[in-house]
């Protein structure tokens, strides 16, 4: 075929096309559609902050309420048992829940998208849960040197929880800091406190600041720094995974190496 030369085809209602020989036909097609939905984060800390802090506000308040009709005049909170230490936690935990869902709704978002919780996978269970379990040893050595300083015993407070369940309410001290805690607090304090940073800061001071945050909230001035440290394990997880779900089995872990350490004591 001499230069130049040029093919035909047949278009569209029967009209003829002409294209240049040798030359392969230019296809247009759409790019591929990304796998995943972009992650829409909650709306920003100047709105999620007010509104955070009085869901957890209205927490603490009904739970002092449920405390204090459950204990009897004079007496101290360690009175109470396992299922009256269950029920009274309970106002808390669903605050924190409660808040985290409704606030970015009000922002027009997706809770389930907002908080990161639609890329579950699989493996986020085994990884979060052998990550939260070596995150509780690691602090182990951390902490050796500050007791050497202080003294008083890091895990007095959660002994003292652990000591309020009989040997019949296990299940349910199980329940409360393996299950519930966990899920309730990494929906508010990294779905929705968190996200609400990573929309108002620079990467690293939003990091920083929600672990701050997390240890700060606990009101135990010798866990802080612990619980500083795990809160920004799990928000560097959830930085740099963008699930939620990683946080989770992370914060299950952890907590329940600590309640089986306590448990193995009154073995």
Same mark, same amino acid.
């Given at each position: 075929?001499?230069?130049?030369?040029?093919?035909?085809?047949?278009?569209?209602?029967?009209?003829?096309?002409?294209?240049?020989?040798?030359?392969?036909?230019?296809? +247009?097609?759409?790019?591929?559609?990304?796998?995943?939905?972009?992650?829409?984060?909650?709306?920003?800390?100047?709105?999620?902050?007010?509104?955070?802090?009085?869901?957890?506000?209205?927490?603490?308040?009904?739970?002092?309420?449920?405390?204090?009709?459950?204990?009897?005049?004079?007496?101290?909170?360690?009175?109470?048992?396992?299922?009256?230490?269950?029920?009274?936690?309970?106002?808390?935990?669903?605050?924190?829940?409660?808040?985290?869902? *409704?606030?970015?709704?009000?922002?027009?978002?997706? &809770?389930?998208?907002?908080?990161?919780?639609?890329?579950?996978?699989?493996?986020? *269970?085994?990884?979060?849960?052998?990550?939260?379990?070596?995150?509780?040893?690691?602090?182990?050595?951390?902490?050796?040197?500050?007791?050497?300083? =202080?003294?008083?015993?890091?895990?007095?407070?959660?002994?003292?929880?652990?000591?309020?369940?009989? +040997?019949?309410?296990?299940?349910?001290?199980?329940?409360?800091? =393996? *299950? =519930?805690?966990?899920?309730?607090?990494?929906?508010?304090?990294?779905?929705?406190?968190?996200?609400?940073?990573?929309?108002?800061? &620079?990467? *690293?001071?939003?990091?920083?600041?929600?672990?701050?945050?997390?240890?700060?909230?606990?009101?135990?001035?010798?866990?802080?720094?612990?619980?500083?440290?795990?809160?920004?394990?799990?928000?560097?997880? @959830?930085?740099?995974?963008?699930?939620?779900? =990683?946080?989770?089995? @992370?914060?299950?872990?952890?907590?329940?190496?600590?309640?089986?350490?306590?448990?193995?004591?009154?073995?």
């Amino acid at each position: 075929m001499v230069a130049g030369a040029c093919s035909r085809r047949v278009g569209p209602c029967g009209r003829q096309e002409v294209f240049p020989a040798g030359r392969p036909l230019r296809v +247009d097609t759409p790019p591929p559609a990304p796998s995943e939905d972009p992650v829409r984060l909650p709306p920003p800390a100047r709105l999620t902050l007010p509104l955070a802090l009085g869901a957890y506000f209205v927490g603490l308040v009904l739970t002092a309420i449920a405390v204090a009709q459950m204990v009897e005049d004079g007496a101290g909170i360690d009175s109470m048992d396992g299922v009256e230490t269950f029920v009274s936690s309970l106002p808390l935990f669903l605050s924190l829940a409660g808040g985290a869902l *409704v606030i970015p709704a009000l922002g027009g978002l997706s &809770p389930a998208s907002a908080l990161r919780l639609d890329r579950f996978r699989w493996y986020d *269970v085994p990884a979060g849960l052998v990550g939260g379990a070596v995150a509780q040893l690691a602090l182990i050595p951390i902490y050796a040197p500050v007791l050497r300083f =202080v003294d008083d015993d890091v895990s007095t407070a959660a002994r003292q929880l652990t000591d309020r369940f009989s +040997d019949s309410e296990i299940w349910l001290l199980v329940l409360m800091v =393996v *299950v =519930v805690a966990p899920v309730c607090e990494e929906l508010f304090f990294r779905g929705l406190v968190q996200g609400g940073l990573e929309r108002s800061l &620079p990467t *690293v001071p939003a990091l920083l600041l929600s672990a701050v945050i997390f240890g700060a909230v606990h009101f135990q001035l010798l866990q802080f720094l612990g619980l500083g440290l795990f809160g920004l394990v799990l928000a560097v997880a @959830l930085n740099r995974t963008g699930r939620l779900s =990683v946080t989770i089995f @992370l914060h299950m872990g952890f907590n329940l190496m600590g309640v089986a350490g306590l448990l193995a004591e009154r073995l």
